[in-house]
């Protein structure tokens, strides 16, 4: 769903190492913030919603003057209209679900929201219905994350703020949870600024993505440009960096299920994993760079069962690999593969070349929502 939104931020503010300085215009549905610990992620997000009143500069929403510090003027958090679901998610322990669900529901009914109906909208969307009579204390991890985000939904936010969404769960929880996140995205008429230094949150969920370090701004751009900059790919290497695509289901196999990546008419098919949802169906699928086999010629006999055939499209230069971009197909976006310096001389990859991809089928994680776990371990 496109949502039609800017958000001007031109500010400064001081810290402990260095000044956070940000001057962008974000018009894009989901922003990403990107960068190591310390980088200034958290600062810039509790800038955005009005939690440091030590900031300077100018922040505006639309026509909503938020920040001027020449005029004087600071809107309190309050006042935003912003949902903010901080790291350590922070529920109300003296509440049940349903109580921290609708906690912000008076302020959702002075901006004009039903509340009964987006209540309705969002227990549904996020498969927390059987959840509501729970105190928070007996929630599990994947079940605190999901309510959490249901509770800035419900008080009618007109701008979503997720801090480090998944870092407290596990890499299982991790990906039941993200899908619910981008299902948010796909139904919600909402603006999203995600803060990540995970690479695969930030390419499954954002638009755009900007790069912070020592508080500046380093890289503006798509996910997938931005995280295979020579400057940023070091980084998102260390911090696991994979490859990832949307793609739809077209048939379950046996023992595998056959997806399209991008626009279901590209004719690419990829085998991965058992899915569990229904031919039709979207999921998102992703690949570490270092998992992906090249070759010049398709081989003749071979465990793996995709051998795809790709053209390579850039090449990059790093300390100690090449990273090759290759495009499976023109609707599929380019495909980052790592390899040697010495691999990339023997096999004379060059710009425009015709290559064949060799991945098997176990080293495709999937992420696809999850309406059967309700269990502690969701």
Sequence with gaps: MPVNFTLQIDIELPLDQFTLRVEHT?????????????????????????????????????????????????????????????????????????????????????????????????????????????????????????????RALCSGAKLLLLDEPLASLDIALRRKVLPFIRSIREEFDLPIIVVSHNPVEVQALCDELLALDDGKVTAIGSPQKVLTNPAIFPLAEREGYQNVLDASILRHETDATVVCPGNPDCEVEIFTRRARGNPGSDLQISIPAHDIIIANERPPLTSARNILQAKVSEIQPFEDVMLVLVQLHESVPPIAVEVTSVSLENLGIETGKLIYLIIKTVSWTLYEVDLESESSNS
């Design 26 to 150: 974000l018009h894009k549905k989901v922003t990403g913030i990107f960068g190591v610990s310390g980088s200034g992620k958290t600062s810039f997000l509790e800038t955005v919603a009005g939690l440091r009143g030590d900031s300077r500069g100018l922040i505006v929403f639309n026509n909503e003057i938020w920040l001027d510090t020449d005029q004087k003027r600071f809107v309190r958090p309050e006042s935003r209209g912003i949902g903010y679901v901080p790291q350590d998610i922070l529920l109300f322990p003296n509440r049940d679900v349903k109580g921290n669900l609708l906690s912000g529901s008076a302020r959702a009914a002075r901006n004009g929201v039903s509340v009964d109906e987006l209540f309705e909208r969002v227990i549904h969307l996020l498969n927390i219905s059987s959840l509501l009579s729970r105190h928070v204390q007996t929630l599990s991890g994947g079940e605190k994350q999901r309510v959490a985000l249901g």
